[in-house]
């Protein structure tokens, strides 16, 4: 076995979606002759937590877990945010550098690491695998998960720190071997934005499904008078948001095109508080379901119980490069998909796939029109899909591993 380390502050037993792109390629590595050296953090005690995902961790396989010094989470909100902004300035978790360098240093001192591999979010995954490739010359693959520069949810407040994260943004795109983006727009974005970097240093490998994980999955039990439209993920307070479906159900109810008794949304995730109050303030909380959080099985049960499910790219100015992981899961269900989002490569890949309907993500009367038909199908036994299974399995997780050893494998040889 050749040994790769593997950077990635999000790894089990945390949850939420950011953890499964280095878990799945942690999973599948040995299988075509890498054995991954996890360097990680500690948990934290409040964040989202997924033990069940630890069984999916090869056995032997090496979990390096350090400190890692993030503003208190119990600083008020304001508080937090003004240090996160303005005085941390590359993100909350860049205390971890410190502690994740000197433990890389330590594993590639005990271990013969032919390459190392860092994904973001969180971005200082990159500045602490940049450390330690100027500092040994060992090949180094950056996966950037989420752009930087152009990040919807990024927001710096002044010219200066936007600077600073333009240069740290080049510096890790000129220093690494080999790049990683999920979605073929990031690469133009890339080369827009750096002069003179070289286009055959990125590959587009996008994020995708385990099929084993759907295995042990089953439908839960559920009423089937109520047409039950499932979301899962999280929302923001701009570009993906759920004001536009819930405006587009409460005049559906309203105008009676639907039954009010008749149908059900399932937002599957934190939804933050916006979410909630929108609900309230649309009269629908009898109709919207907000389960929270949940382990990430449960959340493939949801969508194997659906009707049809909904996706929600929103419209940020990077929406048309956005390649969500939950997009892969939804494919794999099988299930119909009431797709909000403008032109992109998410919108491209359900019209290619044939398994959904494309709407514009903040046309209501649009939405409106869409559900009802996709309820009156659903009505009258028509409400389906003939997805091509065989551009869906070009994203089975073992196929992108293996895409994923080519590379290593290639700078491992040029190492050599």
Known sequence: MRAVLMISYLFPPMGGVGVQRSLKFVRYLPEFGWAPSVLTCQPSRGGLRDEDLLKEIPVNTSITRTVALVPSPRLPWRVREFITRWLLTVDEQVGWLP???????????EQQVEVIYSTSTPYTAHLVARHLHQRTNIPWVADFRDPWIGNANLHFPSPLHRKTVERLERQVVQDADHVLVISPPMIQSFC?????VDRSKFTWLPNGFDSDDFSNVQPMNR???RFLLVYTGSFYSQGRTSRAILEAIQGVISKELIPRERLCLCLVGNIGKATRKWIDELNLSDIVETPGFVAHDQSLAYLLTADALLLIIGNSPDSAAVFTGKVFEYLAA???ILCLANEGVAADLIHKAGVGMIVPPEDVPEIS???VEMYKMWQNGTLGVAPDQQLIQTFERRQLTGRLAGILNQLAGKSA
């Open 334 to 336: 099988g299930k119909p």
């Open 192 to 196: 827009d934005r750096i002069p003179g």
């Open 369 to 371: 029109r869409n559900l």
């Open 99 to 109: 502690f994740a360098y000197r433990a890389g240093k330590s594993i590639m001192k």
């Open 223 to 225: 009423e089937k008078d």
